[in-house]
Structures are given as C-alpha cells and as structure tokens.
C-alpha cells in the first residue's frame, strides 16, 4: 500500500518518502485559484498567475535553480500589483479592482437586469467567496517565506531586498474597501446583490471601468478622454439644446434621432458630442468612435453594442466621401435600415465640414445633352445627396460674428481665470482688440480659434506680432 500523503510505493516510519513535508504541502489558496469558474479571466490574470507559481515553488524542495525561479516569480508578482498603480495600491485592492471590472458570462447578465438563473447565481457565489479569500492572502509573510528560501540557498543580499518589498506589500494596514461593494472583511460571496447593483448601474468589464472607446476590431477604452463639459462650451446654445434634447430622449428609452452636425471648422461640433457624453456617462451613456475605415464592420460593432445594457453613441468625426464607396453604402443601410435593425441601445452622432458628405465635382452633373439622352442621368447625384438626409437630425454650426467670437474668447479667459471681475475695462478691451487680431493673422473666426488664442494668452508670452 502507497504512501497515503504523497502516494509514494512505499512508507516507513524511519524516513517518510526521504523528502521533506514542506516538499508536497498544498496551500488552500491554491485550490481556490485552481477552482474559479465564472471569473476565468482573473483565475488567468498575471496577478494570479504569479501567485499561485511562488506558491508551486515553494512546495519544492529547496534547490539553487528553484531559488532563483523563486525570484523569479516573486519579481513578476511584484511588478503586476505595481502596475495596477495609486487606484489599487495593494494585493487586495488589486483583486477587488480586477473582480469589479471582469468581464464574463455573469457579469453581462446582471449589467442587462435580466434574472439570473439558479446555477449561474450559485457559482458566482462560490466564485467570489474564492476570490475573497484569495484577496485576503497575506502576500507580505509569502515574501518572507520567499526570503527564507533565498537565504537557506546562500542568496542574503536577494533575500533581505525581497523582505523589504515585502514589507510595502503588507495588506494588513490598507486593507480597505476598494468601494462599497467588496469590503477589507466578510464573504465576498455574501456581497453577490451588492455587486450585482453595481453592474445594473456601471456596466460589466471595461463598459462598467471607461465611457469612452475607440474600435479597432474591438472595444478600445480611452483612458484619458477630452474632458470638456456642457459649461466649458460657450455660444450655439440652440445647436446644442437639440442635440441635448435627443440625446435625453437616448437616455430615456424613447425614439431618439441620428444626428448629424453640419457646419464650418472650428465651430465646436466634435466638441459638443463629447461633452454631452462626458455630462451623461453617469447615466449609463457611452462613446464609441469608430473611423470611416471602420464603418465596413458595421455589423460586427452592432451586435458587439446591442448586448450591453448601456447606451452607446456611435461617434463619426469629419465624415466625408471621396465618392460613393463601400464605406458610403454601409453607412446608408444602416442609417435607412438593413435587414437588421439597429439596436434600441445605439444611434448615430455625426460631424462634417461638407452638407451632402461625399465630394462633388462638376463633372458629377449630367450636361442637358445628357439628361436628354438619358433617363437616369442625375441618379448619381441624388445619390451623393441622399446619405445626409437620411439623418433625422441636422445641425447646422455656422462662424460666429464677431460679437459672438468675442463672446466666446472672454468665456473661455473667465474659465481660465485670465478675465477676472476686477479686470478693468482698459485690459478688457485690450483683449478684445488682440483677439480680432489674432483671428485675423491666424485660423480665421471660430471657437477653436478663441481657445487657441486664450491658450496662448495662458502661457504668459507676449504676441507674434509684438
């Protein structure tokens, strides 16, 4: 009969399999990394990972070579908790932050409120009551387990500087909640409606974690999007109450329009879409930015949109055709309707410098001649005219007058903390007068031309022409 422990053939009381009992314990924590159902992508992490290798290596007998894949190990561990940075400066936050932001089977379910059924409910109980325990692991004494290992192996330099990580790694004084959903204490399990009501009203994965994306054969988060809101904009306030006002009807479930914003450069279109998704992101409203290149891929970025609970805009900046292409036909089908419909959660916001969006020439227009000889003869040109009307909505954004350029520039300055209560009158029209010059030396009038000019006035230099 084997060995019971260690199923070796043969066990004696003088020497147990002549190894050591450290040599094929198990830490539990093992077993619950190994047994993660649902949440697989955090099971796989780097995170986990690394973890649970030190622990597979320190269940080794103690080797120069195991030694230094110890160190390894520990290494890359290290590194992965760092990478997460100030936002989760611990193993624990580390875990709950990954937790809240995975993206599986579960977490899609809950974010669209639909009932759960009865297993998948039991195991993403079971799941997170594992991952719980794993983010309560105190990873500064497997540190000093590592650097007991090290040193036994002739390695003192390598093991006092693994202490010393360890001891910045101690969980044990910020083991604080990472939020309201997974606290320092308790069952994670126990927390399953919580984290549920999270996803109803954050959204599941990266969705839940960003507002705005970019694709690129996929959902791309955008870190660090342009941060402007509805109170930095200043003038096209009627412009910018219809698009407002579709966007409410968006949010609120009822019928919404696509909308394209037609107007000159510089006027504030792209920045208005952004700024309305920025102002709403809390409502469960997302930005997707798709490229012209992209619009082939319609289909793959619809059914990839109509699965989410959120509400996604589907951003198109500077839309323009050369001619009527591929590109131009799939947008046309989708804005007038395929014989798949656009998801209830999606619509359309566009920009372009050009009313009719494809680029026309006057060779487009058929000659009398031709329009006698033949019967479709304008069908080309009706044709370059029909993807804008297919819109619900046109908003049109014209240059402002002057007034309405100055307008505009002294917004920004007050913003900006340039133009104060106490400025006098004399600076006042000083700055005025230099923000005509500069509109005229420069990009023309426009309100990216007033934020250019009020962001060189910010840097404190004196002006070209000076």
Known sequence: MGCLTCLCPVMTTKNLCNMRFSSYMIDPIMIDISSIVLFSNIRDSALLRSLNKTLELLAQQETPKIALRLARSWAKSSATIASFGVSA????????????????QFTHAAETGAELPPLLFALAKTDLS????????????????VAVRLRNAGFKQAAQDIEAEARTLNTAGVQQAHNSVFPAQGDWGERLPAFVEYLKANGAGQVGLYHAFRWDGTLTPVCKPDPVRLADLSGYEEQRSVVVA??????????????????????GKSATVKAICNEYAARGLRLLEIPKQSLSELSRILETLGSR???FIIFIDDLSFEAIDDFFTSLKMLLEGDIEARPANVVIYATSNRRH??????????????????????D??????????RFGLTVVYTSPSQDEYLSIAEHIATQRGILLPETSAAERGAFRENALRWERWFNGRSPRTAVQYVDWLAGGAGFPWV
Do not use: C, H, W
């Not at 580390?94 to 937790?99: D, I, K, V």
């Not at 080309?380 to 009307?389: G, P, V």
């Open 130 to 145: 594992r991952l719980g325990r794993i983010a309560a692991y105190d990873v500064a004494a497997l540190g000093v387990q």
């Open 246 to 267: 579709n966007t409410l009807r968006f949010l609120e479930g009822r019928n919404a329009n696509n909308l394209l914003l037609y107007g000159d450069r510089g006027t």
């Open 309 to 311: 609970a959120m509400r």
């Open 89 to 104: 400066p611990s193993f624990y936050q580390a875990l709950a932050f990954l937790t809240l932001t995975d993206d599986n």
């Open 380 to 389: 080309t040109m009706q044709e370059q005219f029909s993807l804008a009307d």
């Open 357 to 378: 969006l494809v680029k026309e020439r006057l060779t487009d227009r058929p000659t009398t001649a031709q329009a006698v000889s033949e019967i479709r003869a304008f």
